[in-house]
């Protein structure tokens, strides 16, 4: 993976405070400023609610293990934002590769910011 300098590298991202890698090796970027509040991320996964003050989305944790992953990555799959190709991304922390949406398909994270 080549990277840039516009390329934001995963592995920096809310590391300061998280819970280690073996307990929880999982993590989600989130774009909440892209976020339009469709709620198809709370519709399937427990991870993911509506906050009624500002109308959008938000994740209950940013971090996670191998139980949360598939609903995570389903709501990662389900955002409609950005055309498509929606603004959760479900990180693996142990590679720092991005496991969905991965609209390009090489595990780079896919973050417009």
Known sequence: MTEDADTVDPSELGEADAPPVEEKPYKLVFEANKCFGAGKCAEVSDNWEMDLASGMAKPVSYFFG???L???VAA???CP???GDGVIHVVDRRTNE???PDPHGD???SVDW
């Open 76 to 78: 990662a799959d389900a």
């Open 98 to 100: 991005e496991i969905a």
């Open 66 to 68: 191998e139980d949360d």
């Open 81 to 83: 934002a950005k055309k």
């Open 107 to 109: 595990g780079t994270l």
């Open 70 to 72: 598939d609903h995570n």
